[in-house]
């Protein structure tokens, strides 16, 4: 399994930008997908996840502003992130919680970081 992450880059304050993140690989299904930041330093936090029933989960510092939606099968997710602070410079990182076949247990998957860079 596989998760590529892309869509980071910089942007000045106030701007978007929309994070895309395409898992590969053998897959029975996607229970959760998830998006998580991590400024180099600090302890990754969980900014925004959905299940595959569609209920999502915002970090109350990105409620209002960050979008997260996946496509039906979970293989590709998204991230729309408005308004941008400075605060929300950070590497992101997308993670799958999921089942690769039918009888195996529920495993947890992570993507590559792709910087967020927000300019004041």
């Known amino acids: 399994v596989q998760l590529q992450a892309s869509g980071g880059g910089l942007v000045e304050a106030g701007g978007s930008l929309r994070l895309s993140c395409a898992a590969s690989g053998s897959i029975f299904s996607i229970d959760v997908n998830a998006w998580y930041r991590q400024i180099p330093g600090k302890t990754r936090e969980q900014v925004a996840q959905?299940?595959?029933?569609?209920?999502?989960n915002y970090a109350n510092s990105v409620k209002g502003r960050f979008t997260i939606d996946r496509d039906n099968d979970g293989r590709s997710v998204y991230l729309q992130m408005d308004n941008l602070s400075p605060e929300d410079t950070a590497n992101y990182y997308c993670?799958?919680?999921?089942?690769?076949?039918?009888?195996?247990?529920?495993?947890?998957?992570w993507g590559q970081g792709t910087l967020v860079t927000v300019s004041s």
């Open positions: 993670k799958i919680i999921a089942r690769l076949t039918p009888s195996s247990r529920i495993t947890e998957h």
């Open positions: 959905v299940t595959s029933g569609g209920a999502t």
